[in-house]
C-alpha cells in the first residue's frame, strides 16, 4: 500500500553559488556566513541546525531563526523526533558529550546517556527511542556499536549488530539500514581504502542482513524514505560525496545530486507538508532543498 508520508531531504554540502537557505534575519549585515551552519535536520515545518556551537531552530520557509540551546558547552547532530516536537543532541555540559533531549518550543535539555564516552545520535525510532552508536566500550573492541535508548532516559540497548554506525531504522520498524564504519567528520577525499563504508541493511524480526552498495570508495549516512535508501557516495564521475539512492524492491541506484565543486555532508531527511517529497541540502554556504517523489511503504 502506498504510504502518503512526504519527506524532505536535506543535506549540508560544500559550496554552490548562488544557493537559497533560510534566512538569519532581516538584516543582510547581520547574517552569518552560511559556511558555519552545520548539521541540519528537518521536520514538517522547521531546520534544526548548529551555529557557533548552539542549536538554532528557523522555518522551513525561511525567516529569522531562533535560539534552541545556547548554553556554555557545544551541541552537535541535533535529530527531530517524527512529529518535530523534540529533538535530541549531543551536548557537551558535563566533561562529556551524552545525549539530550528538548521540546522545539525551548526549555531545559533532559539527559539522557552517562557513558564514558561521546554518543552520536543517528534516528528516532517507531517506537520513540533514540537510535545512536560510541565507541564508548571498554572491551576491547574499537569499531562503533549501536544503541537505542528511551525518550526520557534509562538503560541504553544494544542493538543485534556486532558494530556498525549511522544507523537509521525504516518507518515499519523492520530493516536498520546501517554502516559498519564512522570516519564521516575526516577530511579524506576520494578515499578508497580499508575504512571504506558501505551501507548494510539489517532486519530487526529475521536477523537477515546484506550489503547494498559496493562502490570502491564512500558509501555513507543511510536515509530511510518508504521503500527507498538515500545514502552519500562519490561513486559518481564528479568524485564528490552527493546524494544517491537505492531501491530495496528492486536493486536500482540513481545518483540524485551532482555537485562538482564540494561534497554534500550530512544530509538529513523529514516529513514535508506537499503532495511531492521534499529534499533540502546545504551547499555553496548554505542549505538547499530537493523534490523527493511520495515514499513507498516498506
Not at 547532530?77 to 543532541?89: A, C, I
Not at 539489517?202 to 527507498?228: A, C, K, V, Y
Amino acid at each position: 500500500m502506498a504510504s502518503h508520508r512526504i519527506a524532505a531531504l536535506l543535506v549540508a554540502a560544500g559550496l554552490a553559488a548562488p544557493a537559497a537557505g533560510p534566512a538569519w534575519g532581516q538584516d543582510d549585515a547581520d547574517s552569518p556566513h552560511a559556511g558555519m551552519l552545520r548539521y541540519p535536520d528537518v521536520s514538517a515545518s522547521e531546520i534544526v541546525f548548529v551555529y557557533a556551537n548552539d542549536l538554532w531552530i528557523v522555518s522551513r520557509d525561511g525567516g529569522q531563526a531562533r535560539p534552541l540551546a545556547s548554553p556554555a558547552g557545544q551541541e552537535m547532530f541535533p535529530k527531530f523526533n517524527r512529529d518535530g516536537s523534540m529533538v535530541v543532541f549531543q551536548g557537551n555540559y558535563d566533561g562529556d558529550r551524552d545525549l539530550y533531549t528538548m521540546p522545539t518550543t525551548g526549555g531545559l535539555p533532559t539527559r539522557l546517556t552517562h557513558r564514558p564516552g561521546p554518543e552520536m545520535p543517528t534516528d528516532w525510532t517507531t517506537g520513540d527511542e533514540i537510535a545512536f552508536f560510541t565507541f564508548a566500550d571498554r572491551d576491547g573492541i574499537t569499531s562503533p556499536r549501536m544503541y537505542t535508548v528511551g525518550s526520557e532516559g534509562g538503560l541504553p540497548g544494544k542493538m543485534p549488530i556486532e558494530y556498525g554506525a549511522n544507523g537509521v531504522v525504516s518507518e515499519d520498524g523492520t530493516w536498520l539500514a546501517y554502516t559498519p564504519f564512522w570516519r564521516d567528520s575526516r577530511t579524506w577525499k576520494r578515499y578508497k581504502g580499508g575504512m571504506a563504508a558501505d551501507v548494510w541493511l539489517f532486519n530487526l524480526e529475521t536477523n537477515e542482513s546484506r550489503q547494498i552498495t559496493d562502490w570502491d570508495g564512500t558509501d555513507t549516512l543511510p536515509m530511510w524514505h518508504g521503500d527507498t535508501v538515500y545514502y552519500l557516495s562519490d561513486a559518481g564521475d564528479e568524485h564528490r560525496l552527493n546524494v544517491w539512492s537505492y531501491e530495496t524492491t528492486s536493486g536500482e541506484r540513481r545518483q540524485v545530486t551532482g555537485f562538482e565543486s564540494f561534497d554534500v555532508k550530512f544530509p538529513s531527511i523529514g516529513p514535508g507538508p506537499m503532495a511531492r517529497a521534499r529534499s533540502c541540502s546545504s551547499s555553496a554556504m548554505s542549505f538547499n532543498c530537493l523534490i523527493l517523489a511520495p515514499a513507498r511503504a516498506v
